[in-house]
């Protein structure tokens, strides 16, 4: 049966087992060479289309499958599934930094590799604790027969070069690609390296290979993107496990003897890799480039101490998880996020730093509210920033007279160079544009700003201790949230005021 | 801030944590402040990055930036200061070397600086819109070390001196001047241009001055160039070896000013080697040179041009002119082409082909080339000339070359009607005598006057082909009518035609097409008029209304002769024929015998007699008396002894091939005469379209509509204004007398 007839003519029982139960593959192309998903947008068969999506058929913005595909499409419809299913999902998954940053640290001598392997002419560096978390086999081999060992030759006759670089990279980014021809003894490599499920996968392809006669071009293993990634995570979850074993547990262990770097917290040591912490930090990156005490390498191999006294141990481990594996535990409490958002911001972290803000903002409330804008304008973090604002606007009438409200539009004022009377005051300016949201956008006209401001401002007095009364909503929802605005805005005056600035 | 404790969490006053000791920023800076002068020092192994970021980051974190940041820019502009000094005191030679290496360990200091105060450079710096420390450092070497007016003059100095030193051939240390340049570059455009670039150029243009003016003392134009192109290629080379990009176009432009557009026009004007002299002798190559340096100077190609431009006219003027080379047309065409073609692959090989130059070569051709009258006529010839004999042993291809050169001199012709008469004159001559060569070289010839002038000035041409094609046709028919009827005939009439009967070939010409006039027929020999009649009868009944008339002076005839014993055939013109076959009845006749029996006028009848009793080894006939000149009274006799080797004699007409004076007035006045028509049909289209226009504008429209075929003479449009005016085709406005309006 032939896969490009069953889409032309739209015959889905056949694709579906062409696809599910004989495996052919859909990144095939015809004489015409054009994929399946083409015909299937040319003919107009949208639930062929939704279909081909489904099983990995690939649209993608900017390849010549994809515009073709897109440029074929019959009617809208179906070049808005196209759109939905195919490019949008490809953006999503298209850009992971700690994937790319994964990718980057195979085979690349910048990023402190600790081990290679030759076979004939092929070099390969790798990173030790990275294998061993991610195979079992690899950990026990270097462990043992490889402990000392730097440099690693492998017998040609037993691994093609090609497959080994192969699968090395597999590790770093569950994405195997091998020529078609060397298959076969990238399955057998497999074996002998028990990973039983890559083996099976490759076993597959080649059965499927054979079946569509396509003996040239190359296999590809790769799962969706996010299961990729919650594997390698899973993985080097064991390596920062190992890394913040107590070191009498960690003696006899296999793998944790493989680090170049360890960070002292008093009496406590974790024994991390320069591999991973200076990508993800500019802090140890910097610090371990540089010509300070830090930076010199004195011997080969020699493990570097960095004392990191004034630490929380608890900041430090959720920091350390996060380099590894790129997770931040959800449920931390509102003080240690805040101290790791710190931490991540004096190690340059700017990713764990973007995570904290984002599980920072269900902390936001009217207590917290000042101090964390504090924090975030400090940090540079705009958007918490804009949250803790939006924040403060509701409750201004509360926070307005506490003091760190004026010390902190005083340090607003202080950003605007050479003031002239004209400016306005950042800060000022942004909680009038939340009033503003808040309270409706219209503008008001001067005649109600004046009837309504005057006596507003009178009443504040009452208004201050809490909440809103409850009296004061009763004239009409309009009037109230009116008079609220008005109260607020007048309170931001009231500030500007006393500090003794117009704006 | 104590009370805010309410349900979520409470958040510590974490960077207040150091505000309780008063000396803390003191203390913070005191430590941070020996760090950086170790650094300066180049002894920073020792230092921890660790407690150097923290206590920078403490400081900024418990809002002591200004401190810090102030504190850095005072520590750093005294150690440049003092930095200052030492590069100062370096003597001599080594104070680049010198400048160098503090600059690098200045960069590798502030390298580390920044490690530090990274934090500072990310939140501090970006707060309160300072300059990031990078760039710090660079404006304060750039004010403390390289500004400072002892350091800069000095190295001013210096780098000129050593630029001077390798223009003058020395070797330089190239990579030390890199390393400065790049200094400067590195400290901003504006440093380099202004500190740097703007006194080298002042300098290059001084040093290139006085060299132009050596060179032009000492050496010719070609090696002038040279040397120039050699400079020139030595600044790019110095550009990319040790100075900036952007360096390149502005130097360029100083060594093309002062060495080339400052020189260029005493340069062309060098005596026997300037412009003139290298295109005399053919220096492609310094010519090429020329081309290349002058089209980078603004005005360079326009001087070159209206050089070559007066040199052209000149020569050209002078070829055209000269009356030695004017008595032979086809050399005078053959020295045209020869001019015409060195200057081609002049400008092809070593002008780039540039249009501008081509352009220049069309116009002094037409310059020239219409400054002798007789330019037409003589292009006419050349092609006659090629059509008859030149072209036998060529092929092709080689044929379509020289026909396309000649159209090229055909196109600057002004006077195209002209040449149009003269061709067709040639062009007959050469059909009815079959005299040319190659029917397709004709055909093509006529195919590019086509194309060049459109299907009006071909169509006459044309049909003169049509014609004897036409007439070979009929003469076929003609020949099988007499076959014919021969056999018809001859049974019942029993009347067998003479043997002798004698063949006619008659061509048929269509009156108009042919450039001949009406010459009055002279009297055939019965034989022949009879024979003429046949045709007559034969022609008109196939094609009734028509009128034939005999033009005895263009035909030829063979005949057969015997004198005594030997026996020749003789090849003579058709007044020739005549005038022999009077012969057959008697032996000898007077001039006025012959002028009364043949009725051939007098100037042909010479000609005929010239040649048939002048010419040695062709004289048939006898002449008394005995001169090469023909006399009214001169009595002519058979030659009975005539002899020759030869069985076929060709007995041919003394013909001019050039025109003589008169005939070349003659036809010059039917070309005028040609015109008036034309310039009338111009104007008349033009009114008709315009209805009202000034006498100005009709001349330019006239002018432009007949440039194709010639240049009208604008007194000549005056007067066909007039004439058009008189036979009310046209009036003058009644108010503006220059206006004139058209009558429908």
Partial sequence: MDLFLAVKTGDLETVRYLVEVQAVSLQQHDA??????????????????????????????????????????????????????????????????????????????????????????????????????????????????????RSVALFPDRVEPECLYALLRWFYTMRLEVPADELQSCIRLCKALKLHDL????????????????????????????????????????????????????????????????????????????AFLCARSDYFGTMLNSSFREGVVDSEGSIQHVSMDDMDPQVLVSALRWVYTDRLDADLPGELLLQVMRFADRMIMEGLKNKCAVLLHPHIEQSTALPLLAEALQMDCDRL??????????????????????????????????????????????????????????????DEDDDMGMPALADMPSATDGCVPEGAAAPSNGQLSMSERQQKLAALDQVLADIGIEA | MASQKKKSFKIEPFKHAYTLDPGYADKTWKILEDAIREINGHNASGLSFEELYRNAYNMVINKFGDRLYNGLVETITAHLRSIAAKIEATQGESFLRELKLRWDLHNKSMQMIRDILMYMDRIYVKHNNKVPVRQLGLDLWRDVVV??????????????????????????????????????????????????????????????????????????????????????????????????????????????????????????????????????????????????????????????????????????????????????????????????????????????????????????????????????????????????????????????????????????????DVFEKYYKQHLAKRLLSNRTVSDEAERSLLVKLKTECGYQFTSKLESMFNDIKTSRESMQDFKNRNRGSEAGTSADAGAPRPEDELELTVQVLTTGSWPMSNVAKCNLPRECERTCEDF???????????????????????LKATFGTSKHELNVSTHQMCILLLFNEVDSMS??????????????????????????????????????????????????????????????????????EPEKQDTRHRVEEDRKPQIEAAIVRIMKSRRTLDHNSIVAQVTQQLSARFLPNPTVIKKRIESLIEREFLERDATDRKLYRYLA
């Fill in chain 2, 536 to 558: 007559k009868d034969f022609y008109l009944k196939t094609h009734s209304g028509r009128k034939l008339s005999w033009q005895t002076h263009m035909g030829n005839a063979d």
């Fill in chain 1, 32 to 149: 015409w060479n054009a994929p399946p998903l083409y015909y299937a947008s040319l003919c107009g068969h949208e639930h062929l289309v939704r279909f081909l999506l489904s099983r990995g058929a690939k649209c993608e913005e900017k390849t010549y499958d994809g515009e073709r595909c897109l440029y074929a499409a019959l009617n809208d419809k179906i070049w808005r599934i196209l759109i939905d299913e195919g490019f949008k999902r490809q953006a999503a998954r298209g850009h992971d930094q700690y994937l790319e940053f994964l990718e980057r640290c195979f085979d690349n001598p910048a990023s402190f590799p600790d081990i290679e392997f030759t076979v004939q002419d092929t070099r390969v560096q790798a990173h030790r604790f990275l294998l061993a978390a991610r195979s079992p086999y690899f950990g026990k081999l270097i462990a043992r027969r490889w402990r000392n060992h």
């Fill in chain 2, 147 to 416: 500004r400072n007016k002892r350091i800069m003059d000095r190295l001013l100095t210096i780098l000129l001196d050593h630029i001077h030193r390798e223009r003058t051939g020395e070797i330089i240390d190239r990579s030390l001047l890199r390393s400065i340049t790049q200094m400067l570059m590195d400290l901003g455009q504006t440093v380099y241009c202004d500190d740097f670039e703007r006194h080298f150029l002042v300098k290059a243009a001084e040093f290139y001055q006085v060299e132009a003016q050596e060179y032009m003392s000492s050496s010719d134009c070609p090696e002038y160039l040279k040397k120039a192109e050699k400079r020139l290629a030595e600044e790019i080379e110095r550009v990319s070896n040790y100075l900036d990009p952007i360096s390149e176009p502005k130097i360029l432009n100083v060594v093309e000013t002062e060495l080339i557009a400052n020189q260029m026009k005493s340069l062309v004007e060098m005596e026997n080697s300037g412009l003139i002299a290298l295109l005399e002798q053919d220096k492609y190559e310094d010519l090429a040179r020329m081309y290349a340096l002058f089209k980078r100077v603004p005005t360079g190609l326009e001087l070159l041009r209206g050089m070559m431009l007066e040199h052209l006219k000149e020569t050209g003027k002078g070829l055209v002119t000269d009356p030695e080379r004017a008595k032979e047309p086809v050399e005078f065409v053959q020295r045209l082409l020869v001019e015409k073609e060195k200057y081609d692959r002049l400008i092809n090989s070593s002008f780039a082909s540039d249009k501008t130059f081509q352009n220049m070569l069309n116009s002094a051709f037409e310059f020239f080339i219409n400054l002798n009258q007789r330019s037409p006529e003589y292009i006419s010839l050349f092609m006659d000339d090629k059509l008859r004999k030149g072209l036998k042993d060529m092929s092709e291809d080689d044929v379509e070359g020289v026909l396309d050169k000649v159209m090229m001199l055909f196109r600057y012709l002004q006077e195209k």
């Fill in chain 2, 591 to 660: 001039y006025r015998d012959i002028l009364g029996a043949t009725g051939i006028p007098a100037s042909d009848l010479k000609r005929s007699l010239q040649s048939l009793a002048c010419v040695k080894g062709k004289n048939v006939l006898k002449k008394e008396p005995m001169s090469k000149e023909i006399g009214e009274s001169d009595t002519f006799s058979f030659n009975e002894g005539f002899r020759s080797k030869l069985y076929k004699l060709k007995i041919s007409t003394v013909s001019a091939q050039k025109e003589s």
């Fill in chain 1, 385 to 446: 920033a804009d949250s803790c604002i939006r924040c403060l606007a509701v409750h201004l009438l509360e926070l307005v007279q506490e003091p760190l409200f004026t010390e902190l539009v005083r340090d607003s004022i202080a950003t605007v160079q050479n003031r002239q009377e004209f400016d306005s005051v950042p800060l000022i300016d942004d909680v009038r544009f939340h009033i503003g949201q808040l309270h409706g956008d219209g503008e008001l006209s001067e």
């Fill in chain 1, 199 to 274: 083996e099976e996968q490759l076993t597959e392809k080649a059965f499927s290979a054979a079946a569509i006669g396509d003996e040239y071009g190359s296999v590809v293993v790769e799962p969706m993107r996010e299961d990729a990634k919650a594997q390698l995570q899973d993985a080097m979850e064991v390596a920062v496990a190992a890394c913040c074993q107590r070191q009498a547990d960690s003696e006899g262990t296999s793998s944790s003897g493989d680090y170049d770097l360890v960070l002292e917290l008093g009496s406590r040591r974790y024994r991390c890799h320069r």
